[in-house]
T-cell receptor
């Protein structure tokens, strides 16, 4: 595998379910990001990890819980979601640490539908 | 507040030239990015401008004017595969990326 991979690619879940999204980067990067992309809206930054430490949490509801066990892996744990959480969830990585203006490399995303 | 504006949708003809504009108001500026995103796929990096002027990269060019808070992406010799959304994003003073909603470009034969 090369680049940034995400699993699953599609997920349908009920509001009472617990699920996790997985992201893996094979680029040796130091920073990883979770974004939410809704139709016709700007990308919303959810979480940033730099060298496995969370450096940014943009007032995301607690029903979203990130985990970064090492510099190559990032998880987003989902619990008691709402229908308005349905969106494309994108993972990205960048070479530098937080504060470095380097380009971000995106995974293909997980299309999440909450029923 | 911080704001990035770009047109929602544009249509152009194969072989022609199209310019996609982006205006921004942000707290500080550490560069502007353009990304391309095909439907159902990941955004991919196109360009990064931090100084005023035009950067050319093959059929794509990106221009920046910091004093005007303005950038454009110029696509020449349009091909059908250029049909995609084009995302403008500004790196603010905290090195956080502020994203526009994207411009959907439709190429017609």
């Amino acid at each position: 595998e090369t680049g940034v991979t995400q699993t699953p690619r599609h997920l349908v879940m009920g509001m009472t379910n617990k699920k996790s999204l997985k992201c893996e980067q094979h680029l040796g990067h130091n920073a990883m990001y979770w974004y939410k992309q809704s139709a016709k809206k700007p990308l919303e930054l959810m979480f940033v990890y730099s060298l496995e430490e969370r450096v940014e949490n943009n007032s995301v509801p607690s029903r979203f819980s990130p985990e970064c066990p090492n510099s190559s892996h990032l998880f987003l744990h989902l619990h008691t979601l709402q229908p308005e959480d349905s969106a494309l969830y994108l993972c990205a990585s960048s070479p530098g640490t937080s504060g470095d203006p380097s380009e971000q490399f995106f995974g293909p995303g997980t299309r999440l539908t909450v029923l | 507040g911080q704001n990035i504006d770009q047109p929602t949708e544009m249509t152009a003809t194969e072989g022609a030239i199209v310019q996609i504009n982006c205006t921004y108001q942000t707290s500080g500026f550490n560069g502007l990015f353009w990304y391309q995103q095909h439907a159902g796929e990941a955004p991919t990096f196109l360009s990064y401008n931090v100084l005023d002027g035009l950067e050319e990269k093959g059929r794509f060019s990106s221009f920046l004017s910091r004093s005007k808070g303005y950038s454009y992406l110029l696509l020449k010799e349009l091909q059908m595969k250029d049909s995609a959304s084009y995302l403008c994003a500004v790196l603010d003073s905290n090195y956080q990326l502020i994203w526009g909603a994207g411009t959907k470009l439709i190429i017609k034969p």
